[in-house]
């Protein structure tokens, strides 16, 4: 399964959501694409998995080693 990046680039409209996890320019791993209402599962900040907005994110296209490694690095950030 091929990992995939987002990067923030909005938190208006988060409503009841907490965007304290979230960073605008900060990119993530998303598990998954936006569901049918238009939420996407990021790791956050937290290191835990929660829906967001999708149209707060725009994706980011990296290469295969690129992923492998920054998949890594933020999950040790996270540790």
Avoid: W
Wanted: with cysteine; net charge negative; proline share 1%.
């Amino acid at each position: 399964m091929a990992m995939k990046f987002v990067v923030c680039v909005n938190k208006e409209g988060l409503g009841d959501l907490s965007g304290e996890d979230l960073t605008i320019g900060h990119v993530y791993e998303s598990i998954g694409d936006a569901d049918q209402h238009g939420m996407i599962r990021i790791i956050d900040q937290s290191g835990e998995d929660y829906l967001y907005p999708a149209n707060c994110f725009e994706a980011v296209t990296l290469s295969d080693s690129a992923e492998h490694r920054l998949h890594d690095a933020l999950a040790r950030m996270s540790a």
